[in-house]
């Protein structure tokens, strides 16, 4: 697939509209990769001018920041800074909630200074302007329930645009009981992604992943590519991978985009 | 006059120790690290009149809600009545402004006694709720002992304020049919009225005027007790719940607190011309995040007291549903307890709690030097810190916008930069960080997903 990197543009005198943040997981984690592609092919489809760091992306640092290491945060935001704002970067679309909190939130206090939009954000934007055509069919009347990620939801209170943007397909939207403002985890934030769990009763992702099967949707619609890992890992774990799916919301429209 | 006497005694001495007990708060709660907050003065007074005044936080739950509403409304509006009170305390007049202004007071006497029939029934459903129906979040272990007395204490000390007020007010109505020219006419009591005449109709005058000094002493009484009590009970959140909400963080929750002490060393690290920074290295390195609370700041000291043991913030925490160690609540009540340790002992002002090496003759004890060979991690587990997903669950649940996830980052940051401690599994993290620049050890191109598919 044909992405656009930044440092070619620039070398050729083009500055896009957009910067797309890939973040960690949707470069390296297999499942997030086909999100990442998905989202670029809606991009395309919209004609949306945009580019990726490419190999010049480094992580944000956010999970560093949040295990409570500031120094090693603070050394990749600042590299980070120096290549965004060396591009004159402006304007960023992320597919990962904690790249898009940290960049948004975090980063002005060390210099870094730009407008941020969550790739959910952008699609409904798309899907207003009739830049991306959804057409019936794939999802029509299927249950849907929409699992809102902490860093997106109580992190920066964007509850509705989401659920707008599943509501331009036919399918029926089924609300889990902790939804919007008291939506569950899915237990990967806060570093908890790269250690096993403190000693408990149960795995996070289960209970949450219980909720969502509760509901009978066959589709489970997430924004964030660890809340994806975590709720496709809990999915397996009930040994309901045959009936139900865990889609990024990206997945979710460009099944239906009219070509 | 004797009752005048004895009442000024007793007023001066329950404000004299009462206000000791509000200066040791206040100066617990100074134990912090300075912060200036006076920003976006406007939101704040929003969040004052919403969430403290306006209840609005309470109602994510109707049902506690509106009872707590009963005994809130109950507590503001009796305030009025305490005017009255004082003045008859000091002076010896019987209902002062009975008489003197007219329909308005039948209008604020009414209004006590529905508020307070509206309080007494949900001061006995809460205890029924704490004590029969065992929710869990007031059964969990942080409440073992104390915490639960404590909770109940206050719960039978508004039912006997309750019934002084309603003694009081039930004699001096069927008082007011009998001895007119001692007891001035109040107006129809709507619950009084009735109640007078049934429990105490047909009792003789000295037996009414005994009772209506007995439901004013009560009445008086649990309103000095409750004034000494506040101080050492959860109950505080009455008072601070208000500069609570007012010195809430106003910035999107994601947001983390920005540590400029940090910025500073990499900053210089960063930089090769500034890493030989005349005498920089000689500095003794400050303490980074918090073990104790003097490495917290006073905001995160005045959550702590402002705290009501409520349990929202553990009962929506997705570590303790999944049975992890981790309580938000014990976090915010562990502070709290560790600022009442030290501010005990600094008041001891034993020389024994003097850190070792500054120990010296005509050296005092104060904050500055004060080490107890203690700290936060003596009340707090790590597996409960560690547990922490930061997900906010905690900090949108609490009525009263105090924010347990800041303290849980300041003990993280404690751990992984004073300490150089912390989960060993995240190691490999922070070492691909920092030496490939992504969160995963990979050893394919960050943009290796292009040339896929």
């Known amino acids: 697939m044909q992405v656009p990197i930044l440092a070619d543009l620039i070398a050729q005198g083009k500055k896009p509209e957009y910067l797309f943040w890939v973040g960690c997981a949707g470069s390296y984690d297999a499942r997030a990769q086909k999100v990442t592609r998905a989202f670029c092919a809606l991009l395309e489809a919209a004609g949306v001018d945009y580019a990726i760091l490419g190999n010049e992306e480094q992580c944000t640092g956010d999970p560093a920041r949040r295990a409570g290491n500031e120094f090693l945060f603070q050394m990749a935001a600042l590299q980070n800074i120096e290549l965004l704002n060396g591009y004159g970067v402006t304007k960023i679309v992320t597919t990962c909630p904690h790249c898009f909190n940290v960049l948004k939130n975090e980063y002005p206090d060390l210099g870094g200074h730009y407008e941020l939009i969550h790739h959910t954000q952008l699609l409904q934007q798309l899907l207003d302007e009739g830049r991306l055509k959804v057409e019936g069919g794939a999802f029509e009347g299927k249950k849907i329930t929409y699992h809102d990620s902490c860093y997106l939801g ?43 769990d403190e000693p408990g009763d149960k795995r996070i992702n289960i209970e949450r992943t219980e909720e969502a099967l509760g509901t009978g949707a066959e589709v489970i619609a997430v924004n964030c590519p660890f809340c994806l890992t975590m709720m496709t890992d809990g999915v397996k774990a009930a040994d309901k991978q045959d009936d139900v799916m865990v889609l990024d919301l990206a997945e979710l429209i460009l099944q239906q985009v009219r070509k | 006059m004797l009752q005048p006497l004895i009442f000024t005694l007793i007023t001066l001495a329950a404000f004299g120790v009462a206000a000791r007990q509000y200066w040791r708060v206040y100066r617990n709660i100074k134990l912090g690290k300075p912060k200036k907050i006076n920003d976006r003065k406007g939101a704040r007074w929003r969040n004052v009149l919403l969430i403290a005044f306006g209840q609005k936080k309470m109602f994510k739950k109707p049902v506690p809600a509106l009872l707590h509403l009963f005994i809130y409304t109950a507590f503001l509006v009796t305030q009025i009545e305490l005017i009255e009170i004082l003045i008859d305390g000091f002076t010896g007049h019987h209902r002062f402004f009975a008489g003197k202004i007219g329909w308005l007071y039948p209008l604020v006497i009414n209004t006590i006694e529905l508020l307070s029939v509206g309080a007494f029934a949900a001061t006995i459903a809460f205890l029924a709720r704490r004590n029969l129906l065992k929710v869990p979040r007031f059964h969990k272990p942080e409440m073992a002992g104390w915490p639960t007395l404590d909770a109940n204490l206050i719960l039978f000390g508004e039912i006997l304020l309750l019934i002084g ?52 002493w009560l009445h008086i009484l649990m309103v000095y007790a409750f004034l000494n009590y506040l101080p050492i009970s959860k109950h505080l959140h009455i008072l601070l719940a208000f500069p609570n909400t007012w010195y809430a963080r106003l910035e999107p929750k994601g ?10 060393e990499v900053r210089s690290m960063m930089d090769p011309e500034a890493a030989f920074d005349e005498g920089a290295a000689e500095e ?54 560790r600022a009442e340790e030290v501010g005990k002992k600094l008041e001891s002002g034993d020389p024994q709690f003097i850190r070792e090496d500054l120990r010296g003759e005509g050296v005092a004890l104060t904050p500055e030097n004060f080490d107890d060979g203690r700290n936060l991690f003596d009340y707090i587990e790590r597996e409960e810190i560690h547990a922490c997903t930061t997900c906010n669950a905690c900090v949108e649940a609490c009525p009263v916008l105090i924010n347990p996830l800041d303290i849980i980052i300041e003990l993280r940051r404690y751990e992984i930069l004073t300490e150089a401690s912390g989960p060993s599994e995240w190691l490999p993290l922070f070492n691909s960080i920092e030496n490939s620049g992504s969160a995963w050890a990979m050893s394919q191109d960050r943009d290796q997903w292009t040339r896929e598919e």
Not at chain 2, 255 to 264: F, G, N, R, S
């Open chain 2, 165 to 216: 007020i309603f003694t009081m007010n039930g004699a001096d109505a069927v008082l007011q049919g009998l001895e007119p020219d001692h007891y001035p006419e109040t107006g129809p009591l709507l619950i009084s009225d009735r109640l007078g005449s049934a429990l105490f109709g047909g009792l003789s005058v000295g037996t009414l005027a005994f009772l209506e000094r007995f439901g004013w």
């Open chain 2, 255 to 264: 947001k983390l607190a920005h540590m400029p002490e940090v910025e500073k």
């Open chain 2, 284 to 337: 003794e390195l400050p303490v980074f995040g918090a073990a104790d609370i003097m490495h917290l700041n006073w905001k995160h000291l005045l959550d702590a007291y402002t705290c009501t043991e409520c349990g929202r913030c553990t009962a929506a925490c997705p570590a303790n549903i999944t049975g992890k160690k981790l309580s938000p609540r014990h976090i915010v009540m562990a502070v709290r307890d």
């Open chain 1, 154 to 196: 109580r992190a920066n209170d964007i509850y509705e645009v989401p659920r707008k943007v599943l509501e331009a397909l036919d399918n029926e939207l089924v609300e889990m009981k902790r939804c919007r403002s008291n939506g569950l985890c899915c237990g990967a934030g806060g570093a908890q992604m790269w250690k096993e």
